[in-house]
C-alpha cells in the first residue's frame, strides 16, 4: 500500500500533462500572436483597400478576437500538439511577413 508521501506519478501522466500545457502556451501564447499578426496585417490590408486609417485598425481590432478565439479551440481540437503548433505558427508568420510587406516604408 503506497502512501502520500511516496507516491510517484505515472509517466503517461506526466506526458499527457505536457501535451496539455504544450496546447495551453499554442492557445494562449500562440493565438495572442496569431492575432497581433492577424491585427497588423488586416490594419495595413484594409488600408490598401481605401479604408480610413481609423476604421481599418478597428475592423482589423475586432476581427482579431474572433482569430484568437479560434485559435485557442483550434489548438485544443488538433489530434497532436505538433499539429496545433503548427496550424498557429505557420499563420502567424505569413500574417507578419503580409504585414510587414505591406507596412508604409517596408521597401526602403
Not at 503506497?2 to 502556451?25: D, E, F
Not at 499578426?37 to 479604408?51: D, L, P
Not at 485544443?76 to 503548433?85: D, E, P, S, Y
Amino acid at each position: 500500500m503506497q502512501t502520500a508521501g511516496n507516491h510517484q506519478p505515472a509517466a503517461g501522466l506526466l506526458g499527457y500533462r505536457a501535451r496539455v500545457a504544450s496546447r495551453a502556451v499554442a492557445a494562449i501564447g500562440g493565438g495572442y500572436a496569431l492575432a497581433a499578426a492577424m491585427a497588423a496585417a488586416g490594419a495595413v490590408g484594409f488600408q490598401e483597400f481605401g479604408m480610413a486609417r481609423v476604421d481599418a485598425t478597428m475592423a482589423a481590432t475586432m476581427l482579431a478576437f474572433v482569430v484568437y478565439a479560434i485559435a485557442a479551440m483550434w489548438a485544443f481540437g488538433c489530434a497532436t500538439a505538433l499539429r496545433a503548433w503548427l496550424g498557429i505558427a505557420l499563420p502567424t508568420g505569413v500574417l507578419a511577413l503580409i504585414a510587414w510587406a505591406l507596412a508604409p516604408g517596408a521597401g526602403a
